[in-house]
């Protein structure tokens, strides 16, 4: 894309809302300015022309989103079918793993939740909804999505700044780059302690849902995945899972 075809005041407006991820606590303008490192008055236009077209409103203590940022999700969720055909194969994957079950895919840099389900018995859920994000390079979601993923995003990966989310957390690009490949060979993904302590994840690719990645994922105690009875289990229920959403979207 050449300079004239990008609107940078777009681009500045979508930052202001992307100040918003991960974040339930209504924003100040100074708290908006320092996130996005846009001038003080420019925020303060852009916070204006959002409120005013619906997208963000007045707390108590500064900004939040407002609902209609739901609609352009809706828009997104609709058309992969979440509700009609993800949803009813995640519960049914989560009952009969009494586990967490959820679907992800890559967003820049960093994996985020499409959709999830969890049995009320479940014993380990890390308290993500949809729209919540991991990190790529230490979670089994994050992996295996960057094993799906082009050279270059795999590379704009590594070269991120290093980050210790646990006293586990392997930061060693090589080792990174090592498990990445060895996730891409073996069609699957594990990893322990690196993003939570006392808590592994496993996840599978999906296919037939566009050119973009999806996996789907479990998350369990930390030595759940250590009998081999066990994990041959919680794959093939991960597979037949992710088989039949390709299956349906697929024959839509």
């Known amino acids: 894309m050449s300079d004239r075809d990008f609107a940078a005041t777009l681009a500045k407006g979508l930052d202001v809302l992307a ?24 925020v303060r236009r ?16 500064g900004l939040r989103l407002a609902p209609r940022v739901l609609t352009l999700a809706g828009g997104y969720l609709g058309g992969l079918e979440v509700g009609r055909v993800v949803q009813p194969i995640l519960r049914h994957a989560a009952e009969e793993l009494d586990m967490e079950v959820a679907l992800a895919t890559r967003d820049r840099l960093q994996a985020v939740y ?31 999505l960057l094993a799906r993923s082009e050279p270059e995003v795999l590379d704009a990966a590594l070269a991120l700044p290093a980050r210790h989310y646990s ?13 990445i490949e060895a996730a891409r060979e073996q069609g699957y993904c594990i990893a322990r302690d690196e993003f939570e302590l006392g808590a592994a994840g496993v996840a599978v690719p999906v296919g037939a849902l566009g ?38 979207r697929g024959g839509r």
Do not use: K, W
């Not at 999830?116 to 295996?144: C, D, E, K, N, Q």
């Not at 919680?234 to 299956?247: E, F, P």
């Open 114 to 144: 499409v959709d999830r389900a969890a049995p009320a018995s479940a014993r380990v859920t890390l308290g993500f909804g949809i729209g919540s994000t991991l990190p790529l390079l230490h979670t089994a979601v994050g992996r295996m």
């Open 46 to 61: 852009l916070c204006l022309t959002l409120t005013r077209c619906g997208y963000l409103e007045e707390g108590e203590t």
């Open 19 to 42: 100040c918003f991820e991960q974040s339930a606590q209504n924003l100040t303008l100074p708290e908006i300015t320092r996130r996005t490192g846009l001038d003080r008055a420019v």
């Open 167 to 179: 006293e586990a957390t392997d930061t060693d690009p090589a080792r990174l780059r090592a498990a």
């Open 211 to 248: 050119q973009t990645p999806f996996v789907l994922a479990t998350t369990a105690s930390v030595n759940a995945f250590d009998d081999p009875a066990r994990l041959d289990r919680v794959l093939d229920i991960l597979r037949q899972s992710a088989l039949s959403i390709g299956r349906v």
